[in-house]
């Protein structure tokens, strides 16, 4: 486990965000960057420790178990799905022709 947590923390100081915004297609991209570092640099201890004080160590360990378990779980839909923008009424009229 350690050695994926020191490959995450790797990835994430090699991170170019405005890069990554870029090619995700957002608009303002340098501004997001901006935006993302200020809140991980500036707040994120006096958020983490708001944070710890309201849930604890346990309930923030739940939380990260359940975020982790969630982004690791297999997509509801499979690949080869045809999602037509956000209603799910298209999404289940599009599975159903």
Same mark, same amino acid.
């Given at each position: 486990?350690?050695?994926?947590? =020191?490959? %995450?923390?790797?990835?994430?100081? !090699? ?6 915004? &870029?090619? $995700? ?27 710890? =004080?309201? %849930?604890?160590?346990?309930?923030? !360990? ?6 982790? &378990?969630? $982004? ?26």
């Amino acid at each position: 486990m350690a050695k994926k947590q =020191n490959s %995450f923390e790797e990835y994430l100081k !090699n991170l170019d965000l405005n890069m990554l915004f &870029e090619k $995700l297609g957002l608009y303002e991209s340098e501004f997001l960057a901006r935006e993302v570092e200020h809140f991980t640099v500036k707040e994120a201890e006096q958020r983490d420790r708001i944070l710890i =004080n309201y %849930f604890g160590d346990e309930g923030i !360990n739940r939380i990260v178990d359940r975020i982790v &378990e969630l $982004l690791f779980a297999s997509p509801m839909l499979p690949a080869e799905a045809k999602v037509l923008g956000g209603c799910w009424f298209r999404i289940f009229h599009c599975k159903d022709s």
